[in-house]
């Protein structure tokens, strides 16, 4: 085995994506696949996590992937995908909580349920799953090998930016708080826990704005780097926390956003 295999493997981990379907999750279950990990993936459409699964497969990768439904928006949608993944395995060595909503409406009509649907998705649901897989994640985790866990944060939770999406910004603020929280208490369960704070991607949930090359690079335009996020720069950051090299890492909110979150309109003494 080469050094950058023993370094970044992850070959035969147990993983589960959630909304892998498309974007961001699909990236990272993508990379995981390709690196070795059996990944289970899975969104409220079944049939697109099956379809999804197939076209990982057929990659050509030393992994392997399946696809089911599964709904966190609810308590019952969620007990239910911890059945699905206990069927089917008894060791889980990362779960990847990707899954979202957003709703965006100007500030004058944006509606009181937007609130609880989305921090129901965004928030409730990462911490009841990754509180009822625990018991699979202590079982692959070691010292030396943590289980790791990964949410989905965004820029838009680490700088004081709507862009009508209220309750989608503060909602991914409080998954990089509970990140930091949940990684100091399974610190001695030995499970990692990090968030990614993603910039603009290609997915369903930014195709209003990315959907076409004119568009993203639009987008790409307002980035400090000058261009939209790629497949590659989530799967190198999936592969590192999930792997020997992220294995010290943990409480982190991974910026993966072209220097986004450091950008800002401030002068002080330059014209």
Request: hydrophobic fraction near 45%; proline fraction near 4%.
């Amino acid at each position: 085995m080469s050094y950058l295999d023993e370094l970044f493997s992850v070959a035969g981990k147990t993983a589960l994506v959630t909304g892998a379907a498309t974007g961001i999750g699909r990236m990272a279950a993508t990379a995981l696949v390709r690196a070795g990990a059996t990944v289970m993936i899975a969104s409220r459409k079944g049939e697109d996590c099956i379809r999804v699964a197939g076209e990982l497969n057929g990659l050509g990768g030393s992994g392997r992937a399946e696809g089911f439904a599964g709904d966190v928006s609810s308590e019952a949608g969620i007990a239910a995908l911890v059945d699905e993944v206990k069927a089917r395995t008894e060791r889980l060595n990362i779960l990847v909580n990707n899954a979202g909503v957003s709703w965006g409406a100007p500030l004058e009509s944006f509606p009181y349920h937007a609130w609880a649907k989305v921090f129901g998705v965004n928030v409730s649901a990462v911490f009841h799953l990754t509180r009822e897989l625990l018991p699979l994640l202590e079982a692959a985790a070691s010292d030396a090998d943590p289980a790791r866990v990964i949410n989905l944060g965004s820029v838009m939770g680490t700088q004081p930016l709507a862009d009508d999406a209220y309750s989608y910004s503060a909602s991914k603020a409080a998954v990089h708080h509970l990140t930091r929280i949940l990684a100091i208490e399974f610190a001695a369960r030995r499970i990692t826990v990090n968030a990614f704070a993603p910039g603009p991607f290609q997915s369903r949930m930014t195709a209003f704005a990315t959907a076409s090359e004119e568009q993203a690079r639009q987008v790409g335009g307002h980035v400090p780097l000058r261009r939209i996020g790629a497949p590659d720069d989530i799967a190198g950051a999936t592969l590192y926390l999930c792997s020997r090299a992220g294995s010290y890492v943990t409480g982190a909110i991974l910026p993966i956003d072209g220097g986004q979150s450091v950008q800002h309109g401030l002068t002080l003494f330059k014209e």
